[in-house]
């Protein structure tokens, strides 16, 4: 009833053609996650610069330091690119606190689920510094 496949399927045919699968790279889950987290950190160490240049304080200055010295870890002693002047729109500093929050709290989800306790910290320590900083009773004693 039915004719009979005589040719090989597409998908194995390209298979073979690019050979086994160990011809090219792949990367690990922790990896994968090393990337990942480096990457939420870079953004929080990139919108922290920017609220240094607008509003300088010791604490930013901290946490900008401790940053980069984690994303320089999670990339292997590659130091990550700094923001040299600020941004000339001149930002609200409340949306630019709610920005790096949201950036904390990604940078903790991935720093838990790859159990980096160092990095999970200061992703918590700069939350609840961003949480307080848009609270409106921070931003009046200003």
């Known amino acids: 009833m039915y004719e009979p496949i005589r040719t090989p399927s597409v998908h194995s045919a390209r ?9 090219y790279p792949h990367r690990s889950r922790e990896e994968e996650l090393d990337i990942q987290l480096a990457g939420h950190l870079a953004a929080l160490l990139t919108a922290t610069d ?46 630019l606190h709610r920005r790096a929050l949201a950036l904390a709290g990604r940078a903790l989800v991935v720093a838990a689920s790859r159990a980096d306790t160092a990095a ?23």
């Not at 939350?127 to 009773?137: G, I, L, S, W």
């Open 50 to 95: 920017e609220l240094r240049a607008l509003a300088p304080s010791a604490d930013l200055d901290t946490a900008a330091e401790r940053l980069a010295a984690q994303v320089s870890r999670l990339r292997r002693g590659r130091t990550p690119v700094r923001a040299s002047t600020p941004a000339t729109a001149g930002p609200d500093l409340t949306a």
């Open 15 to 23: 298979s073979a053609l690019a050979g086994t699968a160990s011809d």
């Open 120 to 142: 999970a910290i200061l992703a918590a320590e700069r939350m609840d510094a961003h949480a307080e900083a848009t609270e409106p009773r921070a931003l009046a004693s200003r």
